[in-house]
């Protein structure tokens, strides 16, 4: 089972910037795909970005392209989230998830989450 741990959320006024990093610990050598979720108050759960964890190519929502990139360090196990031009519409819950076999962007198809750090752009 693949233990995640998210970090560097916070408070941002609208127009700044934050890096998200997700931490992965045990299981961890069939992952095929990591990527990032959010969720707001009262909506669903979206994909914001993804990552080959072996080739690196990457996936970005309409919302996200442009703005936000996602990054991998493999030695290090980690993946970032680095947000610019944050909006007060950015703001939510950010989840790290990880998912094995072909990529998809639904979150029902990752199998393994971390607890979500929040993020809350001010305007």
């Known amino acids: 089972q693949v233990q995640l741990v998210e970090s560097g959320g916070g408070l941002v006024q609208a127009g700044g910037s934050l890096t998200l990093s997700c931490a992965a610990a045990?299981?961890?050598?069939?992952?095929?795909?990591r990527a990032w979720f959010r969720q707001a108050p009262g909506k669903e759960r979206d994909f914001v970005a993804g990552?080959?964890?072996?080739?690196?190519?990457?996936y970005v929502s309409d919302s996200a392209k442009g703005r936000f990139t996602i990054s991998r360090d493999n030695a290090k196990n980690t993946v970032a989230l680095q947000m610019n031009s944050l909006k007060p519409e950015d703001t939510a819950v950010y989840y790290c998830?990880?998912?094995?076999?072909?990529?998809?962007?639904?979150?029902?198809?990752?199998?393994?989450w971390g607890q979500g750090t929040q993020v809350t752009v001010s305007s």
């Open positions: 998830a990880t998912k094995y076999g072909i990529w998809s962007r639904w979150a029902k198809d990752f199998g393994s």
């Open positions: 045990g299981g961890t050598f069939s992952i095929t795909y």
């Open positions: 990552i080959s964890w072996s080739g690196g190519g990457t």
